[in-house]
């Protein structure tokens, strides 16, 4: 007996923004049953609301707020300007590797000498 397998994707589209959970609420009254048939890690992908995130709770979907750095819309950090290394700053790096491995290969000894 062969199971069939339902597998949903996603279409790669911009989510829908909504800037208060009141907003949202409206939405999801218009769309409720959608909304509820609908897995909350798709529902996260698909809305966005300003600082929360949806969750399911006993089957009822329930919206967690969210701290300011964790939000999907905006990146915790942005990379303004890309410089590469001189070869000044590459020998720095390259000396500190080698200590660094010094140091791992001196203490492996030295703790393999304290099993004996």
Do not use: C
Request: glycine letters at 0%; aromatic letters at 10%.
């Amino acid at each position: 007996m062969t199971e069939e397998l339902k597998v949903h994707t996603l279409k790669n589209h911009d989510p829908k923004i909504f800037e208060t959970v009141d907003e949202f609420n409206k939405f999801y009254d218009a769309n409720k049953d959608e909304i509820e048939k609908t897995s909350t890690i798709s529902l996260n992908k698909m809305y966005l609301i300003k600082n929360h995130r949806i969750g399911r709770v006993n089957k009822k979907l329930k919206l967690y707020p969210v701290d300011h750095l964790t939000k999907r819309y905006k990146p915790v950090f942005e990379i303004s300007e890309y410089k590469p290394i001189n070869q000044d700053e590459f020998n720095e790096m390259d000396d500190i590797k080698t200590r660094l491995k010094n140091i791992e290969d001196y203490l492996l000894s030295s703790s393999k000498k304290k099993l004996k």
